[in-house]
C-alpha cells in the first residue's frame, strides 16, 4: 500500500519521548518532544547524587489513536525493523 503525504504531514517531526494508553480497546500513542538540554541536566543532577525533579514538561508532538489489531501490527513491523538493525550490525545476512 502506498499512502500520500497531505498538507500537515509532508515534514517529518522529531520526537525522543512516547507514551501508550489503551481505553476501551482503542490504544492512544504520545509522540513527545522533551529538550535534550534538559535531559542532560537532569541526568547529571542524578549521577551528582541530587534528587530528580517530580515531574517533566515536555512538548505533545501528535497523538495516533489506533485499534489495538493495528497496535499489534505496528509492534511487528517495529520488531522487524530492529531484528534487521540488530543483524546488520552484527553483520548477519538477510534470509
Known sequence: M???P???SAHSLA???TNV???QGIA???FGFIEPALLGAIAKTAKDGQAAP???EGHLVTRVAMGVDVLARLHQQIQ???VGMRDARQGKPRA
Do not use: F, I, M, P
Request: cysteine-free.
Open 2 to 4: 502506498r499512502v500520500k
Open 6 to 8: 497531505s498538507e500537515s
Open 15 to 17: 520526537t525522543n519521548y
Open 21 to 23: 494508553g489503551v481505553a
Open 28 to 30: 492512544y500513542v504520545d
Open 54 to 56: 517530580k515531574g517533566l
Open 80 to 82: 522487524q525493523v530492529l
